[in-house]
């Protein structure tokens, strides 16, 4: 499975931008898929994920201005971003795995990150 993930660029502080993240290989529907984010110099973090029933979860910092959503027929999961903080900057990864269904590490497969800079 590879995944490719799109849509990061540079942002004023209130604005939304949508991340795309496109899976090749394997069976997309039977996957958990999960967005990451890595800040400059801080650890990667789990921010929202969707399992393969459609439940969601998401991490404090971004409930209510995040939303992730897949759809099956294209292979793809999106992040939609609202009121995006300066905060909010950071390398964004979508990730997936087929080894369970919870949300948690390890994933199998990593896409390579997209850049979200949100200015103030």
């Known amino acids: 499975v590879q995944l490719q993930a799109s849509g990061g660029g540079l942002v004023q502080a209130g604005s939304s931008l949508r991340l795309s993240c496109a899976a090749s290989?394997?069976?997309?529907?039977?996957?958990?898929i999960s967005w990451f984010r890595q800040a400059p110099g801080k650890e990667r973090d789990f921010i929202a994920g969707?399992?393969?029933?459609?439940?969601?979860r998401y991490a404090d910092s971004v409930k209510g201005r995040f939303t992730i959503s897949r759809d099956n027929a294209k292979n793809s999961v999106y992040l939609q971003m609202n009121s995006l903080k300066s905060e909010d900057t950071a390398v964004y990864y979508c990730?997936?795995?087929?080894?369970?269904?919870?949300?948690?590490?390890?994933?199998?497969?990593w896409g390579q990150g997209t850049l979200v800079t949100v200015s103030s």
């Open positions: 990730a997936a795995k087929y080894t369970s269904t919870t949300l948690s590490p390890p994933y199998n497969y």
């Open positions: 969707s399992r393969q029933g459609g439940s969601t």
């Open positions: 290989g394997g069976t997309f529907s039977s996957y958990v």
